[in-house]
């Protein structure tokens, strides 16, 4: 059964009576029809689709952290181990400085604002930590010098960090493993410093 015709067509600007259409011509206006129907179908429901995405983009906008605002007390810092070499800790021990360039250390640029450095000397150990800050006039971050020991010689040696869930470090600078007993590490350092 055919679909009911209207009684004429406007084509291009010009009107047809529909009676006047051949078998085939009625046939590709109803199909014409049928495809005109699924195209308002689909602008309905990409008009849905639309606002479901604005609404997850949203959610999604609520869920990210701000980059502009600091880390809440909440969030707990990172600590890296950053190996300083011998030469280096020679040269400015015991610290007299506040502040150091990381890239006194040869750092990677991985630090972020608030993350904590403990430095390790081969041969030594640890001989102290620091709270990265960024320079607010330009990129370079700086450590700003917490905790150290009085001498080279008072740094917590690599055989002490196994009571820590800890290893000396490997690389130039790395992560310490969430599992390490970091409260404890800062204590004995602590200890070693005063």
């Known amino acids: 059964m055919m679909a009911k015709l209207p009684k004429s067509i406007v084509i291009e600007g010009r009107r047809y009576p529909t009676w006047a259409l051949s078998a085939k011509a009625r046939k590709q206006l109803i199909n014409l029809g049928l495809v005109d129907a699924h195209i308002a179908e689909l602008h309905q429901r990409l008009a849905h689709h639309h606002v479901a995405r604005k609404h997850y983009q949203l959610l999604l906008a609520s869920a990210l952290p701000d980059p502009h605002r600091q880390p809440s007390v909440s969030e707990s810092p990172r600590y890296f181990w950053q190996s300083v070499s011998k030469e280096w800790a020679q040269k400015h021990w015991p610290i007299r400085m506040a502040t150091f360039r990381l890239s006194d250390f040869e750092s990677t640029n991985d630090y972020r604002q608030d993350d904590r450095v403990l430095c390790y000397v081969k041969g030594h150990g640890v001989v102290g930590w620091g709270v990265v800050e960024e320079d607010t006039h330009s990129t370079k971050r700086h450590l700003v010098w917490q905790v150290g020991?009085?001498?080279?010689d008072a740094a917590l040696p690599?055989?002490?960090?196994?009571?820590f869930s800890l290893r000396h470090p490997s690389r130039p600078s790395q992560a310490l493993p969430v599992t390490a007993d970091i409260d404890g590490l800062l204590t004995a350092l602590d200890t070693k410093a005063a």
């Open 149 to 152: 020991v009085p001498t080279l």
């Open 158 to 163: 690599a055989k002490t960090l196994k009571e």
